[in-house]
């Protein structure tokens, strides 16, 4: 009974502390904006002074302009354009954000995975949701690197086979990060974020049976885009 009894409030603790998608995603992000506080305090810092010369001089629309571009980046959104007096503080914002969020993406993805090898593992609403949780990790990964629309085409053909003689439907992508993939039946919103390499895109589909997290591979005017039901093949239209 004792044995028993002791086997109870073992089930009962370890149920009480169980991780969740939810906490794994809520923990992340106090951390991640914990770890950012302080690099974007020094983005913004050494932004004012631009922002303040650009009143000075009377160019109201493009002090509007840097500090739009200011506040997306610390939001963790590419900025297409920057102002040249920023582009280069910007890289180097863009460096020490990647460097500041590895601590916390490194904890959440050992969580994820420890889910994952679980029994948690075993059920598809929960490994839906990490999937979720995963993806904004890897955005977060990918927001901070600079993007310009002219770096890759932004509008493909989509074929099923690799020789691209069949067109089988349409890519279009917006510098705004977002994407609409379809054929003349259907559509599919996504988006789309850089990652650390300039040839290789983060995708994710959001399609009738769920969010797709997908890679694009651009090679020139071809690309590849893996997706979890195989690779399909693009051309830039």
């Not at 974020?193 to 895109?201: D, E, G, H, R």
């Amino acid at each position: 009974m004792k044995h028993l009894l002791v086997a109870l409030l073992l089930v009962s603790f370890t149920s009480a502390f169980a991780d969740t998608p939810a906490k794994i995603a809520e923990d992340y992000r106090k951390a991640a904006a914990a770890a950012l506080v302080k690099v974007n305090e020094t983005l913004e810092k050494a932004t004012v002074p631009l922002i303040a010369t650009l009143v000075k001089a009377g160019d109201t629309a493009g002090a509007e302009e840097l500090q739009q571009q200011l506040k997306a980046k610390t939001a963790g959104e590419p900025v297409v354009k920057p102002q040249a007096s920023a582009a280069n503080m910007f890289k180097l914002y863009d460096a020490a954000r990647v460097k500041a969020l590895v601590p916390a993406q490194q904890a959440a993805v050992a969580r994820i995975d420890s889910m994952l090898a679980g029994s948690e593992g075993r059920k598809l609403e929960v490994v839906t949701e990490l999937g979720k949780v995963r993806a904004e990790i890897e955005a977060g990964k990918a927001a901070a690197v600079a993007v310009t629309t002219d770096s890759f085409p932004m509008h493909w053909s989509y074929h099923m086979k690799p020789d691209r003689l069949v067109d089988n439907g349409f890519v279009d992508m917006t510098p705004d990060g977002t994407l609409v993939m379809g054929n003349v039946n259907e559509s599919t919103p996504g988006k789309w974020s850089v990652t650390s390499k300039t040839n290789v895109l983060d995708v994710f589909l959001d399609t009738k049976k769920g969010r797709e997290n997908c890679l694009m591979r651009i090679n020139g005017n071809e690309a590849e885009l893996v997706r979890p039901i195989g690779t399909r093949y693009l051309k830039a239209r």
